[in-house]
């Protein structure tokens, strides 16, 4: 991208405002409010106890973005948007955008934190409540279900017989290499409250009876032995290289002789400026980790080698999270 004239790098400092104009608009919960039926600013105000003031700029500036309509002095949600800006509907991101807006925050430190003017070590901002993770976990689903498919097929899980899903989250991949192989059974590992989640849509999916549900923390737990994929799906951007030989090793003891280790992330360039969204994720990871980022090829190889994995090879390239590196047990 080339900044030719000084509007175009005013423009690119301006970003901010209708990016903080729809998370105000989503931690108000507006677009589910509005997608129930037209209201006025005063009974939006009185509904989210909001100025009135205030909220009539908000409501107006949202509009004039199409994210909301407005006719004579009335606003609701544009038809468009409502499948994934209100909170009532099977496919909304909205916990996604708000977990935006738990970022926003943290994103506000970068300056003073590549200063060295605050400490950088932060852990993750916590949900606040169990319902919040859960909603979070489902928009995680909805966002990662469409890819899941051509990412499976990327794998070529082949003859697999024992998945690992590191960090499994709902299930959406397990479901989408079950769906893949027949014959594949699979381990999903992740925290006991996430594996619930897991639970419940496999169980919806049919295919409950094919995996092993594991609860625990893989910072500070084995995984079970006899598997001949493993799959690490967006998870060595949060560690840092240290963190990733551990648990590189934890899965080279789960994988059997000639196991497979498949990892889904951002893979960059030896300059690391390609791809975009993986130099900014580091940023974010700056912001969010004591010593997570996004890695290179051969950094990954050098990780991956220390843990005793040969034959490392990239088999998909990316631009959004979606590089996969193989490697395998000898």
């Not at 037209?38 to 994210?67: K, N, Q």
């Not at 609860?215 to 990733?244: M, R, W």
């Not at 050098?302 to 996969?324: C, N, P, V, W, Y």
Request: hydrophobic residues 45%; aromatic residues 8%; proline residues 5%.
């Amino acid at each position: 991208m080339s900044y030719n004239s000084p509007e175009d790098v005013l423009k690119l400092a301006r970003n901010f405002m209708e990016n903080r104009i729809l998370l105000s608009g989503a931690e108000l919960n507006l677009f589910t409010i509005l997608s129930q039926t037209p209201l006025t600013a005063e009974e939006v105000s009185s509904r989210t106890r909001s100025d009135l003031r205030a909220v009539t700029i908000l409501l107006d500036a949202l509009a004039a973005m199409g994210l909301i309509s407005k006719q004579n002095n009335a606003y609701w949600c544009a038809p468009s948007p409502i499948p994934f800006l209100a909170d009532d509907q099977p496919g909304s991101v909205l916990p996604m955008i708000l977990h935006a807006a738990h970022l926003w925050l943290r994103w506000s430190r970068l300056t003073n934190v590549v200063r060295g003017t605050k400490d950088s070590e932060s852990k993750t901002i916590p949900f606040r409540t169990a319902d919040e993770m859960c909603a979070f976990i489902g928009a995680m689903h909805v966002v990662a279900e469409p890819q899941a498919q051509a990412i499976v097929a990327a794998v070529n899980p082949g003859s697999a017989k024992a998945l690992l899903d590191v960090g499994g989250a709902s299930g959406t991949y397990t479901i989408a290499f079950l769906h893949a192989v027949p014959e594949l059974r699979a381990t999903l590992f992740d925290m006991p409250e996430v594996v619930e989640m897991a639970r419940e849509r496999l169980s919806t999916a049919g295919m409950l009876n094919r995996v092993t549900l594991v609860s625990g923390d893989f910072y500070q737990d084995e995984f079970p032995c006899g598997h001949d994929l493993a799959f690490v799906s967006a998870i060595i951007h949060q560690n840092s290289p240290k963190q990733n030989v551990d648990l590189y090793h934890k899965i080279f003891r789960s994988l059997d002789r000639r196991g497979r280790i498949v990892i889904r992330d951002h893979v960059m360039d030896p300059d690391r400026l390609y791809p975009k969204d993986g130099a900014i994720f580091a940023v974010n990871m700056l912001l969010g980790t004591s010593g997570g980022g996004t890695y290179t090829l051969e950094e990954i190889k050098a990780d991956l080698s220390q843990a005793g994995f040969t034959g490392i090879r990239l088999i998909k390239q990316g631009e959004h999270m979606d590089a996969l590196v193989e490697a395998f047990k000898p």
